[in-house]
C-alpha cells in the first residue's frame, strides 16, 4: 500500500484558511486520495476526496499537483470546529474499502 | 437518517475473555469495515464485509474475527482478550463496495483488564 507523509502538526488562526500538505510520492495510477478528519471523541469523517482534478465541496478544496506526488487541503476559513487530526489516505481504486490511515495532521485553530 | 450505530459504547473485558461488538450501518448501505484504533499504533484496518462476505482482510491475528448479515448489520468478535486488544473499535459503512465516502460510527471503546 502507498504510503503518505504528513506535518505532525499546524495551527491556524479562525477565519484565515489553512493549508495542509500531504506527500504521497509512491501513488500509483489509480490510488484516489481521500482526506478524512476525526474530531475528539468521534470516529472519522470524510472530507473530500481525488483522483487527478482538483476538487471543491462545501467542506473543502483539494489541490492535486500535476504529477499526483503530493496533495494540499484547503479549508478556507478555518473555525474552531475545524480542530481535529487531518489523515491524506490513498486508496486503490479498486480496493477503496479498505482506508490505511497514517498519523495524519493535528490542526489546532486558535480564536 | 441515522448515521452508523456501534453498541455497546464502552465495555470493560477480563483477560482470556472474549467479546462481540455490533454495528448498525446507515440504512441501504451494503459495506462494513472494521477498524482499531490506539495511541500507539492509530487507526488500522481489520476486516471489510459486503454481501456478507468479508472481502478484505488487515493484518490481524485470527482471534478477530467478524460476520453480516443478511440486513448488512455486522459483528467483530475477539477471542482470548489480551491486554493489548484494549482499542477504541470503530465501523464503518458504505453504499456500496468501492464507494469513495464512508461514514464511520462513534466506536465502542473496549478496555481489557
Known amino acids: 500500500d502507498a504510503k503518505t507523509t504528513q506535518p505532525n502538526s499546524m495551527e491556524s488562526n479562525e477565519e484565515e484558511p489553512v493549508h495542509l500538505p500531504c506527500n504521497h510520492s509512491?501513488?500509483?495510477?489509480?490510488?484516489?486520495i481521500h482526506w478524512y478528519r476525526q474530531l475528539p471523541s468521534q470516529g472519522p469523517e470524510y472530507v473530500i476526496h481525488g483522483l487527478t482534478s482538483n476538487v471543491n465541496n462545501r467542506m473543502a478544496s483539494l489541490a492535486i499537483a500535476e504529477d499526483r506526488k503530493s496533495s494540499t487541503l484547503i479549508l478556507h476559513r478555518a473555525t474552531l470546529r475545524d480542530a481535529a487530526v487531518y489523515y491524506c489516505?490513498?486508496?486503490?481504486?479498486?480496493?477503496?474499502?479498505?482506508?490505511?490511515f497514517g498519523t495524519g495532521t493535528r490542526l489546532q485553530v486558535f480564536p | 437518517k441515522a448515521g452508523v450505530t456501534q453498541t455497546p459504547r464502552y465495555l470493560i473485558k477480563t483477560r482470556g475473555q472474549q467479546v462481540t461488538l455490533s454495528c448498525s450501518p446507515i440504512s441501504g448501505h451494503r459495506s462494513v469495515s472494521w477498524y482499531q484504533q490506539t495511541p500507539g499504533q492509530g487507526l488500522q484496518f481489520l476486516f471489510e464485509?459486503?454481501?456478507?462476505?468479508?472481502?478484505n482482510k488487515g493484518n490481524f491475528p485470527g482471534r478477530f474475527s467478524g460476520r453480516q448479515f443478511s440486513n448488512s448489520r455486522s459483528e467483530m468478535n475477539v477471542s482470548t482478550l489480551e491486554l493489548g486488544d484494549s482499542a477504541l473499535y470503530l465501523c464503518?459503512?458504505?453504499?456500496?463496495?468501492?464507494?469513495?465516502?464512508?461514514?464511520f460510527g462513534q466506536g465502542t471503546r473496549l478496555t481489557v483488564v
Open positions: 464485509y459486503f454481501s456478507e462476505t468479508q472481502r
Open positions: 464503518a459503512s458504505s453504499l456500496v463496495q468501492g464507494a469513495t465516502e464512508a461514514f
Open positions: 509512491t501513488i500509483s495510477g489509480t490510488d484516489y
Open positions: 489516505i490513498l486508496s486503490s481504486a479498486y480496493n477503496t474499502d479498505k482506508l490505511i
